[in-house]
């Protein structure tokens, strides 16, 4: 297998480039510098309810309206997901921290746990959507592409909600971050 390991120095910065087979902790790394929108997809009804933070939302197809998410086979989400066939995207506001930090089970909480801080109502699907969120995708799930240690979720949007002129929640990093205005 060619493997090269190339460093060098250009304009104050380490360039590290690696064929082949690519190393996990380098990919990571490089991962880490792709900003992201943070959003918390909601699965389930009732008590059989879960959900999970995500930066791994894209769009897909503007006809029909669609959009991807990648979610890893382990998570809670996943069971919950396959009994009830539907998912909300709800894509987090600056101030929405905590709701992240709830749906990446930080503090230990598990499934309707990760709930109780926050207000949700029923879209068309019947998955719960965050009342204040910036914006809400509810989707039904179209196909799934299960690859590695993830599951591609499409989603086939059945209804909106749309705030206006509300700031993200973003992440890059490792750390939750803010639009700063122009100096
Ligand atoms: C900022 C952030 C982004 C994340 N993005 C994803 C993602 O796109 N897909 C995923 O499967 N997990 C992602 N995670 C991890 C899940 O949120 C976390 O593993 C999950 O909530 C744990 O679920 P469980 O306790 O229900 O198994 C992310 C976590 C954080 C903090």
């Not at 069971?79 to 230990?108: E, I, K, M, T, Y």
């Amino acid at each position: 297998m060619n493997q090269e390991r190339i460093s060098a120095f250009e304009t104050g910065a380490l360039v590290v480039r690696q064929e082949l087979p690519v190393e996990t902790g380098l990919f990571k790394d490089a991962m880490r510098h792709l900003a992201g929108a943070v959003s918390v997809i909601t699965v389930g009804r009732g008590s059989d309810r879960s959900g999970f933070t995500a930066t791994s939302v894209s769009s897909l197809a503007i006809d029909p309206p669609s959009l991807v998410v990648c979610l890893n086979r382990v998570s809670s989400s996943w069971q919950v997901l396959q009994r009830h066939g539907s998912f909300c995207v709800n894509v987090l506001a600056h101030d929405q921290q905590h709701v992240a930090d709830s749906f990446a089970g930080r503090g230990g909480l598990k499934g309707v746990e990760r709930y109780q801080d926050a207000q949700w109502q029923e879209l068309a699907t019947g998955t719960l959507a965050l009342a204040d969120a910036l914006t809400v995708f509810d989707c039904e799930l179209d196909d799934v592409i299960e690859r590695h240690s993830h599951a591609i979720l499409v989603g086939k949007v059945r209804a909106i909600t749309l705030r206006q002129q509300v700031e993200p929640l973003l992440y890059w990093h490792g750390a939750y971050r803010h639009i700063t205005k122009e100096r």
